[in-house]
């Protein structure tokens, strides 16, 4: 069973960059989509990229589109976002998620989750 664990996470300043990193075990992550979702108090998780399987195509939300990066190396199970230019908005539980081969945008689908890094973007 695919487990997974954030890291990376902090206080940044406004106009900063973080990256985040999401490790896997259990099983190989070339089976698997990664997404990252973020969750902020009183606001509904919302898909910030995603990944597929091979790593060969990345998806991004239109409004997230030249904020974040995703990227993934199958051969060190691990998917990263980089993430640029935050504000204090950008303050939320980050979560990486996993589920079979193809992204989708609906958290629903994805039955793997980690526990959360906290990002926090004040001055």
């Known amino acids: 069973q695919l487990q997974l664990v954030e890291s990376g996470g902090g206080l940044v300043q406004p106009g900063g960059s973080l990256r985040l990193s999401c490790a896997a075990s259990?099983?190989?992550?070339?089976?698997?989509?990664i997404a990252w979702f973020r969750q902020a108090p009183g606001r509904e998780r919302e898909v910030i990229a995603c990944?597929?399987?091979?790593?060969?195509?990345?998806n991004y939300p239109n409004s997230m589109r030249g904020l974040f990066s995703i990227s993934k190396d199958n051969a060190e199970n691990t998917v990263w976002l980089q993430m640029s230019r935050l504000e204090p908005e950008d303050t939320a539980v980050y979560y990486c998620?996993?589920?079979?081969?193809?992204?989708?945008?609906?958290?629903?689908?994805?039955?793997?989750w980690g526990q959360g890094t906290q990002v926090t973007v004040s001055s």
């Open positions: 998620a996993g589920k079979a081969r193809f992204c989708l945008g609906d958290s629903r689908m994805y039955p793997y």
């Open positions: 259990g099983s190989t992550l070339d089976q698997y989509a």
């Open positions: 990944i597929n399987d091979n790593g060969l195509n990345e």
